[in-house]
């Protein structure tokens, strides 16, 4: 049997942690399973490697900033392999390139395109264990690439797609996927399963347990998985495609995305190619834009309208940069961004079949004192955008509403 194991950043935080996961590693392999491991940089390093590059430079080459994240990863593979022979077990770690990890050439955020795992069969048949750095990669020419925050789960998956693994474990801090973030929601109930598409939603969503894009690729190539602790022996959270029996729970979980922000452009002339010239721009930029709201037209003379949008925390400073470039050309009277925003999220397969869910969180919000900023909604989502201040009281009101 072949499994995939991946350890995120808080289970190699220290040498501790590192031996204990080398343990856990042994014990699979002495049941004579081939293992596979993908690793994250330790705890808070990757943050901290960015940290550094922005006491240089406010917005530093994306290129170069891959060569600094990627030492992240490649140090925790050194560091377990080291483990592993302390335990006389054979190991062999492999960078993303090494391992076979081609990538295309957007830096920071690059897409996996494809996968030769040739040296890690090689390996895996010489009896070693194979440790591969996950969230890296590298294009054809040989540059090394990332893959966006959080990239070592899509590492994992994608390699177990390619190695046809039986089985992918996702290792964490928390015992699997839970109703809320437990540490903010003191009574969330831990899920024993959960669709592709809820797990899409509350990780996109800043549910925080996995990246999006790793839950995407699982969806696409049918890869179950399952999402467990590192540091005790529960049976975790199982990941997998939409089963009839799961549509009778309306509400699996509630997330909170701190990481968004928002901006507004006040006064914008309404009239046909404006929105078109606004996002195709931010979209160039490689910036994601999450929630889009414009309102009517308002004032007399030229009709104007207001529009707001979101977009990841990190690319703020880029968009509010393409925005500024467009003030003159397409003539908006003021922009406003801000960063203090939370997206709270309901979210349920069960919603395509019950009515009166958007009715119930409003009321619920209403009666807790929180304004809503922004709605958005989905066949299996409500989101609405709220003051960060106000964001984690929210998600608990609305947690006890519909799941307490
Ligand atoms: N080290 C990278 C990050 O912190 C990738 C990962 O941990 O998955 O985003
Ligand atoms: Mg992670």
Redesign the pocket.
Known sequence: MLIVQKY??TSVGSTERIKNVAARIAKQRANGEQVVVVV??MNG???NLIKLAKEIMPLPNDREMDVL?AT??QTTIALTAIALHALDVPAVSLTGAQAGIVTDGVHTKAKIQNITPRKIHELLDGGNVVIVA??QGQTLEGQIT?LG?????LTAIALAAALKAELCQIFTDVDGVYTADPRIVPGAKKLEEISYDEMLELASLGAKVM?SRSVEFAKKFGVVFEVRSSLNDNPGTIVKEEAKSMEDIVVRGVSLDKNQAKITLVGVPDKPGVAARIFKAIGDANVNVDMIVQNISHGAGAPATDLSFTVDKPDLLKARKVIDHLTQEIGFREVIATDDIGKLSLVGVGMKSHTGVAGKMFETLARAGVNIEMISTSEIKISVVIDLAQGEQAMKAVHEAFLG
């Open positions: 995120g950043g994250s940089a390093v990757t943050d994240l992240g990863e996950g969230f990332t925050r959080g990239g070592s789960d990246q």
